[in-house]
Structures are given as C-alpha cells and as structure tokens.
C-alpha cells in the first residue's frame, strides 16, 4: 500500500520502540533513585519526547504527501470522468442523428407509398373518367347521327332545306 511505505514506517517504529525500552529501575519512585539513575531516567524520558516528536514529524509528512496524493488522483478520476462525458455525449449525439435518419427515410418511404397509393387510386378514377367519356361521346354520336337522319328525313319530305 502506498508504495511500501507503510511497511517503511513499521520497521522505523520497531527499531525506536527497541531503541526505547523502559529498563526496570526507571518504574521506581524517584526519590529512591540515586542521582545517576535520575539523569539516566531524564535523559530516557527527553529520547521518549524526541522520538514522538520525531514519530509526529514523519507523520506530519506522510500526511501531506498522501493528500497531495489523493488531490492528484482526484484530479485524474475528474479527467478521465470527464473524458467518459464527452465521448457518451459524442455517441449519443451519433445515436440521435441515426435515429434522424431513420425517421426522415421512414417519412420518405410513408410518402413513397403514399404517392404509389395515389398513382394508383388517380389511374383508376381516370380509366373510370375515360370509359365515361367515351360511352357519352359515343351516345353524342350516336345523337348527332340521329338528329342528321332525322334532318334528311325531314327534308326529304318537305324538300326544305333547314341550314336555308
């Protein structure tokens, strides 16, 4: 973890904790201890306060460095989160305009249909237009054949002449 320096640190306190071992004597009352053993026991307690002040220090240090760190790989997450961002925006905008093109050849074909539908329905209704009017033309002539037959008929009995 952290680069083995957790471990580092594990062996450090050891070897201070071995450094720093309170001997026997030092448990007694001070006022039974000759003025060597006081010294001694004075000297002991300032390494004691010097190793913890030591111990903080590195602490201290270790503290900055692996929030600085945190900071950075958090810096790191936001940038590739962020990159994720922009390429589902990039495929979702991709997404979106294939759907636009589904929907614009979906309409194209709808009209396709629709104009072949109308095709269809306009030469039916025009065949049917046609038949029409060749069956009231045919009856105009077949009128107009009458109405000749009748004028000559007319005149072929007065001997007068209409168009006079």
């Not at 201070?16 to 003025?35: F, G, I, S, Y």
């Not at 709808?110 to 072949?116: E, L, M, R, S, Y």
Request: with cysteine; proline share 1%.
């Amino acid at each position: 973890m952290m680069g083995g320096n957790e471990l580092i640190m594990k062996k450090e306190k050891n070897k201070l904790e071995e450094e720093l071992v309170r001997e026997d004597w030092m448990n007694k009352p001070e006022n039974e201890m000759t003025e060597d053993e006081k010294t001694r026991l004075r000297e002991f307690e300032q390494r004691v306060k010097d190793s913890i002040e030591k111990q903080k220090k590195q602490w201290e240090v270790n503290l900055k460095r692996v929030k600085a760190e945190i900071v950075e790989i958090k810096a790191k997450f936001e940038e590739s989160l962020l990159s994720l961002y922009k390429k589902r925006i990039f495929f979702d905008a991709r997404i979106y305009e294939q759907e636009l093109y589904i929907v614009r050849l979906t309409s194209f074909l709808h009209d396709v249909k629709a104009t072949k539908e109308n095709v269809i329905t306009f030469a039916d209704e025009n065949e049917v237009s046609q038949k029409k009017f060749e069956e009231k033309r045919n009856f105009l002539h077949i009128c107009i054949d009458k109405q000749n037959e009748f004028d000559s008929k007319i005149k072929s009995d007065s001997g007068i002449s209409l168009q006079e």
